[in-house]
């Protein structure tokens, strides 16, 4: 069956100190991958999704950047954090059933990042 | 632009009663998917119930039944012989039909409903 880890659960960085949030897949081969910021109260918004090794594409302009080293690896990144870059960030997965429309989304457990 | 509403912050049920959550949301795209996920304190997302925009018929996934009224873009969640365990947030969520472009996970949610279940 497909698994998906994300780690660390929590994180307390300070401001200007870098981020790198790991989030790996098992028992399925290019699935799509997305990280995912949920801020105090609100619902999800995704960040980047990554369709394929190397392929990255964002949804918001930001401090943040992703990468996808391996296939079932994506990683979420800044060089210097912000205060507004506390949240917590979901790591999800998908792919394709039965056809077009027919995907599943998974989600990770999350991390809760806060920047002091 | 897509927008996605639940004018409910907090709801409460009953032990083994029925309670409906409302969503509404806004589009002008004729083919699209509305979700609902449910965050329990772990808060890991998990997926309720999926409906698809061009099927008439309201989707069901055992006590959880939605009543979708394209007309009206409206998405409700109606839990039935509610129990502990389905306390959580729960986000109505709208995903862009492929033909139109776009990630398959960009979702756009809601801010969500609190659902509390009283033993």
């Known amino acids: 069956s497909q698994t998906i880890h994300q780690w660390p659960a929590t994180l307390v960085q300070p401001v200007g100190s870098p981020l790198s949030l790991e989030c790996t897949v098992e028992g399925t081969s290019n699935p799509n991958l997305y990280w995912y910021r949920q801020a105090a109260g609100r619902g999800l918004q995704l960040l980047f999704y990554s369709v394929g090794i190397g392929q990255i594409s964002s949804e918001v302009p930001q401090n943040l950047s992703a990468s996808r080293p391996q296939d079932r690896q994506f990683i979420l990144s800044s060089k210097k954090l912000l205060l507004s870059d506390s949240g917590f960030y979901l790591c999800a997965w998908s792919v394709v059933f039965r056809g077009p429309g027919q995907e599943k989304l998974f989600f990770g457990s999350g991390t809760q990042l806060s920047v002091l | 632009a897509q927008t996605v509403t639940q004018s409910q912050p907090e709801m409460s049920v009953q032990e083994a009663e029925t309670v409906t959550l409302s969503c509404t949301y806004d589009?002008?795209?004729?083919?699209?998917?509305l979700f609902w996920y449910k965050q329990p304190p772990s808060r890991q997302m998990i997926l309720v119930i999926r409906?698809?925009?061009?099927?008439?018929q309201n989707a069901t996934e055992n006590r959880f039944s939605v009543n979708f009224q394209k007309a009206a873009k409206s998405f409700s969640l109606k839990i039935s012989d509610s129990q502990l365990g389905d306390a959580a947030m729960y986000f109505c969520?709208?995903?862009?039909?492929?033909?139109?472009?776009?990630?398959?996970?960009?979702?756009?949610f809601g801010k969500g409903t609190k659902l509390s279940v009283k033993p």
């Open positions: 589009t002008s795209e004729s083919d699209y998917y």
């Open positions: 409906q698809e925009a061009y099927k008439q």
């Open positions: 969520a709208y995903r862009r039909h492929m033909n139109y472009g776009g990630s398959q996970g960009n979702l756009i």
